[in-house]
């Protein structure tokens, strides 16, 4: 059995990151509002990132992970872009100066 990891973007642009074992019945509820909370009240919702683990375990740990990072690093994981993922994994005091520092 499969377990996935994935985002949405909901219609007022903010993300929601979750786990489960059916990702396309999972963000059918979310996408129904049967998920009470924080994706209920910003429908419509948009898959944009999803990844596969052999176990729940590793599934969880990756959304408790996820959910917490930046905007900014979450859509450097959506986008692939892994250069910008592994700038904004730094403590802001240790990034050098780019044009990728787009936080403030």
């Given at each position: 059995?499969?377990?996935?990891?994935?985002?949405?973007?909901?219609?007022d642009g903010?993300?929601?990151?979750?786990?489960?074992?059916?990702?396309?019945?999972?963000?059918?509820?979310?996408?129904?509002?049967?998920?009470?909370?924080?994706?209920?009240?910003?429908?419509?919702?948009?898959?944009?990132?999803?990844?596969?683990?052999?176990?729940?375990?590793?599934?969880?740990?990756?959304?408790?992970?996820?959910?917490?990072?930046?905007?900014?690093?979450?859509?450097?994981?959506?986008?692939?872009?892994?250069?910008?993922?592994?700038?904004?994994?730094?403590?802001?005091?240790?990034?050098v100066s780019?044009?990728?520092?787009?936080?403030?």
């Open positions: 059995m499969a377990f996935w990891c994935y985002i949405l973007r909901c219609a903010k993300y929601y990151t979750g786990h489960t074992d059916h990702l396309e019945r999972r963000v059918g509820e979310h996408q129904s509002g049967l998920v009470q909370g924080f994706t209920s009240a910003r429908r419509p919702v948009e898959l944009v990132w999803a990844a596969e683990f052999p176990t729940r375990h590793e599934a969880l740990s990756t959304e408790l992970r996820v959910k917490k990072w930046s905007r900014a690093k979450k859509e450097a994981l959506m986008a692939q872009d892994w250069d910008r993922l592994s700038y904004y994994s730094k403590p802001p005091g240790e990034r780019t044009s990728l520092d787009t936080n403030g």
